[in-house]
């Protein structure tokens, strides 16, 4: 995804997800180390578990996905009516995705 979210790209996709039942949530860790292998260290406990981004499913089948980007600030939260495979490059390599999954 190498251009820049717009207004009415992101408010077009909040309003598909409004009204839609969140059925499963899938987070994407921050990963780290020589090798890009390792889950990074955080030091600020359980609360809050630093992520590239987490993919939405609905219960109807609609998959989104939020991602910290720079459309509209620095980090910012962008929402996409994708998966988050379209934002990560090198999938199926050792060390590139880190996943976490939460129902």
């Known amino acids: 995804m190498s251009s820049a979210l717009t207004a009415v790209e992101y408010e077009s996709t909040v309003a598909l997800l409004r009204g839609r039942r969140i059925q499963r949530v ?13 889950v990074e260290d ?12 987490v993919e939405l499913f609905t219960d109807d089948g609609a998959r ?16 996409f009516r994708l998966p988050m495979t ?10 590139r995705l880190g996943t976490s999954g939460r129902n």
């Open 86 to 95: 379209a934002h990560l490059v090198g999938i199926g390599e050792p060390g």
């Open 26 to 38: 899938i987070y994407y860790l921050l990963m780290g180390g020589e090798d890009g292998c390792e």
């Open 64 to 79: 989104f996905s939020a991602v910290w980007g720079s459309s509209f600030e620095h980090y910012g939260l962008e929402l």
């Open 42 to 53: 955080w030091d600020f406990g359980p609360w809050h578990q630093p992520t590239m981004g």
